[in-house]
């Protein structure tokens, strides 16, 4: 059996896993379906129904919240627009061998460089917008390009360097909006002032269909082009499937380290933008706050596990995930279920997704010869 088709089937297994787990965890944490089982001998009938009913009732809100009309499916491109972003800044650097988990403090500059132009510099409609949109790509490929920097002339390890500037940018966020620069005049809790609209992300009114998703898949198309078609992309590639190789056929590896971590970062950095810029449901974007910009760089490192680092994995992965999340929200309201059930089924996807040798004993057929060395390589993150 190819690769590929073992990749995707081993995918849709550990989908389906997860939400089997799921149903289990909605069964016992309900005290009125378990009360059923306790004459399950005699009546079984109420158990299977209640059980039915539970699980279809929320499953079936999930769906309806994510997918359920023009408005959910609106929302969970919404959703989904940042996670990509972010996840190709992942998945590009797992490419090169390197694996970032900064993220999230890539996000919070690409919003902080983005927010700024959007509410403290005033420009014509378009021009601003894309001002605004450099400036954030900008400030993600600074605090990514820190860290490649880094790596390659001092060799520390990106994973402990990428985690400690999440800190740090976070804690700089919260430093600025205490400042008479980033904070709104005449408030005294930390909070920006309103992006103009000139700089807010176009959208399809009366939805949450924005310009930064489809901008997203701009973004997929164009990291595909550049791991399979340019010269970049193929040095990015060498070094991480063999470093030493790559430097004895004369390949700089500490410029490719470089350039892979700039570019994650600006990749992670039009997160941040897109949180920034994006229209909310009022139609204007959210301002800064310490939480701008959520989890995504964190939920990124998930989004490309599941893609397998590949830009298409990502996309669908993102959208996955940004379902997820709309869908939560519509599985609370009308199954009265925990929204924090959504997480469980994104860690559950990941675990069953990280671990295809568990997978393999369920299905033999999809077993494969298991490959090990860089990040790119392994069979978990390709």
């Known amino acids: 059996m190819r690769a590929a088709v073992r990749e995707i089937i081993t995918t849709l297994v550990a989908i389906l896993l997860a939400l089997i787990v799921g149903a289990i965890l909605m069964v016992v944490s309900d005290a009125d379906v378990i009360g059923k089982y306790a004459y399950f001998a005699y009546r079984p009938g109420d158990a299977v129904a209640a059980t039915l009913s539970k699980v279809g009732g929320t499953y079936l809100a999930l769906v309806k919240g994510a997918v359920g009309g023009l408005g959910p499916i609106t929302e969970t491109t919404a959703q989904a627009a940042p996670l990509i972003f972010a996840g190709l800044g992942v998945a590009l650097a797992f490419r090169a061998g390197l694996i970032n988990i900064g993220g999230q403090g890539q996000a919070v500059w690409g919003a902080i460089f983005a927010a700024y132009i959007g509410f403290a510099v005033h420009l014509p409609l378009v021009i601003h917008v894309v001002v605004a949109l450099i400036a954030g790509v900008i400030g993600g490929a600074i605090w990514g390009g820190i860290v490649g920097w880094l790596k390659a002339r001092t060799g520390a390890h990106e994973v402990i360097v990428t985690i400690m500037l999440n800190y740090v940018a976070t804690g700089m966020l919260s430093w600025l909006l205490t400042t008479s620069v980033f904070r709104r005049p005449g408030r005294t809790d930390p909070i920006s002032p309103v992006v103009d609209w000139t700089a807010t992300f176009a959208r399809l009114e009366g939805t949450q269909l924005h310009v930064g998703f489809f901008l997203a898949l701009a973004a997929a198309v164009g990291v595909w082009w550049i791991l399979e078609r340019s010269t970049v992309g193929f040095v990015l590639k060498a070094v991480g499937s063999n470093p030493n190789a790559a430097a004895t056929a004369g390949m700089s590896v500490g410029r490719a380290i ?53 830009p298409l994995g990502v996309v669908l992965a993102g959208l996955l995930f940004g379902a997820l999340h709309a869908g939560g929200l519509g599985m609370q309201s009308i199954a009265q279920t925990p929204l924090t059930l959504t997480t469980v089924l994104q860690a559950l996807i990941v675990l069953f997704v990280a671990a295809p040798a568990l997978i393999g004993k369920l299905l033999p057929f999809l077993r494969g010869r298991q490959r090990t060395g860089t990040p790119e390589s392994t069979g978990a993150l390709t």
């Open 258 to 310: 470089v350039i892979a971590m700039v570019l994650a970062g600006a990749l992670a950095g039009l997160a941040g933008v897109n949180v920034a810029l994006a229209p909310s449901d009022s139609g204007v974007p959210v301002p800064l706050t310490n939480g701008i910009v959520g989890t995504v760089g964190f939920d990124a490192v998930t989004v490309a596990l599941l893609g397998r680092s590949r």
